[in-house]
């Protein structure tokens, strides 16, 4: 494989999804115009060959690349610990993004602390395109907010798709001060572009401002939300379903990009 060019990856576990996957993560490809690689990580429990594991992702790669004629199908199949797979991926492979089925968000959200680009776990099965065409992003007083709408803007840029940003209400604190700076870098960013995008005032505070912004998405009955995870929840959290995994779990149909918020993530290169 190439290294050189920027790849949109899918996580290939060969259950039930993965060709769901397959064609979220081409519909991705094909409006960035990047690379899509199929990726297996061999499960060891299972005795998995490498050999076989290739031949299948060979198969699925050569049923699609009669479907596109501008963006190159690649696969990689790996056997060692997942970590050091994500560094080679962003570092290596220059992986931009991994689209994976829901169902694989037990295996795959606690593992997104240690990588450097977002995980984008799907479920919708018809108008694939409508799901990229409104992208709802949170926005707090966290930095990380910034990088939130970092991403959305690929696809605005590249997708003509409407951003609404969904800002959080602080009142009269300290914080409301750092919401207001994160609107104020972001709008500035986006109007050097032209696509669509609105705020949506929430009146709703940081600390629960996802799961507002994911009922905001619902609402669109087609949509995407980017949001940041944390790894640091509380009883509160749990108890109140803010955390990650119950937004995924309640977030029907919608995509629903993940974005580690301890670390930098790799930027889109046009």
């Known amino acids: 494989m190439e290294y050189g060019e920027q790849k949109i990856f899918v996580w290939c576990d060969f259950l039930e999804g993965m060709e769901d ?20 990580h ?10 076989i594991a290739e031949a299948r992702l060979r198969g699925a790669a050569s049923k699609l690349i009669p479907l596109v004629t501008n963006i190159r199908i690649r696969y990689l199949v790996r056997d060692e610990k997942i970590t050091n797979s994500l560094t080679d991926m962003a570092e290596v492979f220059e992986c931009l993004v991994l ?24 479920s919708e099965k018809e108008n694939l395109d409508k799901s990229y065409k409104h992208i709802v992003v949170p926005v707090g007083y966290m930095k990380k907010s910034k990088d939130l ?46 696509f669509p995008f609105q705020v949506i005032e929430s009146h709703t505070a940081t600390w629960k401002l996802q799961k507002s ?11 995407m939300i980017i949001i940041a995870v944390s790894y640091d929840t509380t009883f509160l959290d749990r108890w109140l379903g803010l955390t990650e995994d119950n937004l995924i779990q309640k977030s029907e149909e919608l995509s629903v990009m993940c974005v580690n918020a301890q670390r930098d993530f790799y930027t889109f290169c046009s």
């Open 21 to 40: 996957a397959i064609l979220h993560g081409l519909v991705i490809a094909t409006v960035l115009e990047k690379e899509l690689c199929l990726f297996h």
């Open 42 to 51: 061999l499960d060891r429990k299972i005795h998995e060959e490498i050999g």
């Open 99 to 122: 689209v994976a089925h829901k169902k694989s968000v037990r295996q795959l959200l606690p593992v997104l602390q240690y990588s450097a680009f977002p995980f984008l776990f799907i």
């Open 149 to 194: 709408a970092l991403w959305a803007s690929y696809l605005g840029r590249h997708n003509g798709a409407i951003i609404d940003i969904f800002l959080a209400d602080e009142g009269w604190s300290e914080d409301q001060k750092r919401v207001q700076s994160n609107l104020f870098s972001i709008s500035r960013l986006y109007k050097k572009f032209v």
């Open 213 to 223: 912004a994911l009922h905001h998405a619902l609402s669109l009955k087609s949509a």
